[in-house]
């Protein structure tokens, strides 16, 4: 390997957090993608109702990330570790959080038209750059996998070869991001279908990917996660349904 994982590079002195700064490079990357897409994109929502559309957003996202992000570790609250408690968020949330923000704020505006679609590509590539994030923290972030013998398995910073859990999802959202483009750029999606199959897509993943990860809190066999996600593709049943009731 090339460099040591975790990645915990020093400057004058002090270890710098890289997650914490791909995090934030997530964000603002992420963020002046949507703004260069919508300058070349003919939205059919007015610059006020988008606007409102992104704080029900983002407002959801918060929400959503913290609030999974508690039952995915029950110990927290058991511990009235506050600190931790607030800081504790998984994008699993904040996604399907930021979807009910969204749906909840076109109600009180009363906007009809589908608004995920020019969302879709800037949070494929912010998701990729947490993630790298995630990878280079190798244990101290709980996206590492179950010890294997797999060729992929990676000793991610306590000496056992493990599933490379973010590593396995950084080369999904490349596909993804991928297949996607192509569907977009041959017009093969309805508008607001891309949205919608990039949370079906991703959902899935993460449902199968959880298998991997060595989860404390289980009830049935399942993680909070998987139950989220479970949610979510029930939530999108008609589109799953009508696409391939249309491709048939």
């Known amino acids: 390997m090339l460099i040591d994982i975790p990645f915990e590079p020093t400057l004058f002195g002090k270890t ?20 260069s897409l919508r300058k070349r994109t003919e939205d059919v929502i007015s610059s006020n109702n988008r606007l409102s559309i992104i704080l029900g957003a ?8 913290r609030i999974v992000g508690i039952f995915e570790n ?10 931790e408690l607030m800081n ?10 930021g979807l009910l923000g969204v749906e909840l704020a076109k109600k009180i505006i009363g906007e009809q038209h589908s608004s995920g679609d020019l969302f879709t590509f800037p949070i494929i590539v912010g998701i990729f750059i947490g993630r790298i994030g995630c990878f280079l923290t190798g244990v101290h972030e709980f996206t590492y996998g ?3 013998t797999f060729f992929m398995g990676m000793d991610l910073g306590d ?6 859990i973010a590593l396995y999802e950084l080369f999904f959202l490349i596909g993804l991001f991928g297949v996607l483009k192509f569907l977009n750029k041959n017009q093969r999606l309805a508008y607001g279908l891309t949205f919608q199959w990039f949370m079906i897509a991703y959902f899935l993943f993460r449902f199968f990917i959880e298998f991997l990860k060595p989860n404390e809190f289980l009830l049935l066999g399942l993680s909070t996660i998987q139950y989220l996600c479970i949610l979510c593709v029930c939530y999108y049943h008609k589109t799953i349904i009508n696409t391939f009731r249309n491709a048939y």
């Not at 983002?58 to 990330?65: D, E, N, R, V």
């Open 159 to 164: 000496g056992i070869s493990r599933h490379p």
């Open 74 to 83: 029950p110990l927290l609250i058991a511990n009235q570790n506050w600190l």
């Open 58 to 65: 983002a407002l959801g996202a918060l929400i959503g990330s």
């Open 88 to 97: 504790t968020k998984t994008i699993m949330g904040g996604l399907f959080g």
């Open 146 to 148: 179950k010890a294997t």
């Open 16 to 35: 710098i957090n890289v997650h914490l700064i791909l995090e934030y490079l997530a964000f603002f990357v992420a963020f002046r993608y949507y703004i």
